[in-house]
Structures are given as structure tokens and as C-alpha cells.
DNA sequence: TTTAATGCAAACTATTTGCATCACC
DNA sequence: GGTGATGCAAATAGTTTGCATTAAA
């Protein structure tokens, strides 16, 4: 087996210690930096390919033009602050019901869905108390909901 | 005004031939050239630029990796076929109250959302009468959902 | 003449691969 | 020694831009 998991192991840990987030290669590869660890991009992404295929992390297409990835939990959606650019996961059980109605409407038999939804989160609604705003997608944030990890 | 526009005329006339349909840049571009109409790829994006921003065609992120287009018409959703790589448009309307859950439960103000449904089309949960297997979204179906445009 | 459209080539971004090397069993 | 992990460099794929040219008003 791998002798020397360094980074994926590094990645993992790194993923863990965030809560729900998602990253996209080059935050992975940065914050992998900032934690200590050095680590060419392949190699990230070789990682990154390797935790995929062993089921531990998912790939999730934002609208970004480029590819994220969360640690695999139960099948969820993602919510975007377009202000602060925080990305929360959503059940999906709110949307049973609307892909019945689909699969019903169009006769297509529907296996997989994929919702982004786009918004202003609670913090960014407020009018800025502390100047709250961000512009990557770097919250601790996810909180919102609780139920889903 | 513009004073030669050719490529856009001709590419919302190839759009709007085709019923609902997504179109990549390159599909845009070949199908260009064998309606007899030749221009360079960097035109076509540009023209595709030029009708997005006026409101024509909107761009469309399936899970592709690349851009897709299609001619603006209310909003909706997209259900595309495993099998044959058909696209098909769903009325967004059997989401509207998933989603008001979605902001009760989260606190964002939610504004936009943007769904992708991954199933087997009608044709081809057939027992593939007489192979109708396409790999390509060359579908001039769309016909599923008439209530879209 | 002025302006937008076009073609060609090249830059850019993000991802992916080839290959030699290295660490660990 | 053998195998997988790594780094470095380069190839890809898709998109986008710079620039000179062309066509129409």
C-alpha cells in the first residue's frame, strides 16, 4: 500500500478540521501551505483524485470554472452567499417532493440532482455592523445548517 | 450599430431552429460551419458574448466542464439524460416551495438557484427498440416539457 | 471616415500527464 | 528491490484577448 501518505493524509486532516466547506485545488493547495506542509499542485491534485476514487472526499461543481471538492456526507446541495461568497450545505429533502413532480411531468426517471442556489446570507443582510464581508470562499461558516454532516 | 452581423444573425437562427437545445462553443461553431456559414471559433464566442449581453441567449453551467448556451426564455431547469446526453428544460415552479423551506431553514435571502437533474429519459429506459443511443447533446428533442418556451 | 465584425495567433486558466526520483516496506 | 508518493516540467482543453484587417453606414 502507499508508504508515504503525507498528503493526502494532510488533506484529509485539513478538510476535517473546517467543518462544511468546500475547496478548490488551489485553497487546498495554499492552506496546505499555511499548515506547514509543502506540496506541488499535482501532487495535490493527485491526492485529491486518490481521496476521490476511495470515497472519503466528492467532487461539487459550483459555478466557479473550477472544480471543489467537501468531505463526503449524506447527498446534499450548496447555498452561496453572492456577497461573502460562503458556501453552506442544504439538506435535500425539501426538494423530494419537487423532483417527484419532475419525474412525473417529464417521464424521465431522475437518479441525481444537483442544486446551487444563490443568495445573501443572514450575516450579509444586516447592514455590515462590523464590516462582515469576505470575497473567497474562506468562511469557518456551514453553521447555518446543522442537521446535515 | 453593428454593420456586419453576420455570425450572430446566424447563430440565433441555428438556436432558435432547434426548439430548446444547450449549446457548447463548439457545437455553436461546427454546426456554423455545416449550415455554410464559416467563421473562426474567437468569433463565435464573441458573438455568443455580444448575444448574452443583449439578452438573447443566457449561459448555461451544466456539469460539463465547458459552457453551454441557450436562448433566453423564462427561467427553468435542466434534466439531462445519462444515456443519450439529451438536455431537456423543467419548469422551475415544483421548486418554488422547496426552496422558500431552503430559506426558512437557512436565513439566506435566497435570489437565484440553478438545478441539474441527472436521469434516463423516457427513449431510453425502452429496452432500445431500434438503438437509439446517442452520446452527444444532439438531441432535437426537448419535446418533454411543453409548457417551457 | 468611423465603427463594429472578423480572422488569426497567441495568452490565459485550470487541469492533467510524463517521467525521473524518493521514501518506505 | 519493488511500489506508491512526490516534484518538476510540460501537455491539454477550453476560454479569452490583442491586433491588424475588412465591410458597411
Given at each position: ?20 466547506h468546500t ?37 461539487v461543481e459550483l459555478d466557479d470554472?473550477?472544480?471543489h ?8 446541495d450548496h447555498l452561496r452567499c453572492a456577497t461573502c461568497g460562503e458556501v453552506a450545505a442544504v ?24 442544486l446551487v442556489l444563490t443568495g445573501t446570507c443572514?450575516?450579509c ?9 469576505r470575497?473567497g470562499a474562506?468562511a469557518?461558516g456551514g453553521?447555518l ?5
Amino acid at each position: 500500500m502507499g508508504r508515504r501518505a503525507k498528503i493526502g493524509t494532510a488533506l484529509k486532516g485539513l478538510m476535517n478540521a473546517r467543518g462544511h466547506h468546500t475547496w478548490s485545488l488551489e485553497e487546498l493547495h495554499s492552506e496546505l501551505g499555511s499548515v506547514g506542509v509543502r506540496a506541488d499542485f499535482s501532487s495535490v491534485f493527485r491526492a485529491m483524485a486518490k481521496l476521490e476514487v476511495d470515497g472519503h472526499v466528492r467532487r461539487v461543481e459550483l459555478d466557479d470554472a473550477r472544480t471543489h471538492f467537501e468531505v463526503t456526507t449524506e447527498h446534499h446541495d450548496h447555498l452561496r452567499c453572492a456577497t461573502c461568497g460562503e458556501v453552506a450545505a442544504v439538506p435535500c429533502g425539501p426538494m423530494a417532493s419537487a423532483i417527484e413532480q419532475l419525474e412525473i411531468l417529464t417521464g424521465f426517471d431522475i437518479a441525481d440532482h444537483r442544486l446551487v442556489l444563490t443568495g445573501t446570507c443572514l450575516k450579509c443582510q444586516q447592514p455590515a455592523p462590523q464590516s462582515e464581508q469576505r470575497s473567497g470562499a474562506t468562511a469557518a461558516g456551514g453553521s447555518l445548517v446543522g442537521g446535515i454532516a
